[in-house]
């Protein structure tokens, strides 16, 4: 039997990949043992290109919100680095000024 099916296409063109070949038409026939025409080989292939796009895209859409997430969480740390930083410095102002030495130093070494 001659014929192929998609999922033959698939799995050659999977395989090619894999082994950092791009699948085209002849490589993929060739991987078949030379069984199935060019134009069922490249209709199954084009419909695979297609599926590994969508699949692409898809992981970029993915990759693109972890990175905003990523982004938003390191503005929120600065935020709170800002204010301990801005916390630290009152207190340390308001050690100069008053008795209550050891409350203050726990305060600071909490925030440290």
Known sequence: MNDVTKRDVVAAADILASQGEMPGARNVREALGNRGSMATINKYLKEWKIQ?????????????????????????????????????????????????????????????
Do not use: G
């Open 52 to 112: 590994l796009l969508q699949k692409n895209t898809t992981a970029c859409v993915f990759c693109d919100a972890a990175e905003q997430q990523a982004q938003h969480f390191k503005n929120i740390i600065e935020q709170h680095r800002e204010a301990a930083d801005m916390i630290r410095s009152t207190l340390q102002s308001m050690l100069k000024s008053h008795d209550h030495k050891e409350s203050f130093l726990e305060i600071i070494n909490t925030l440290q």
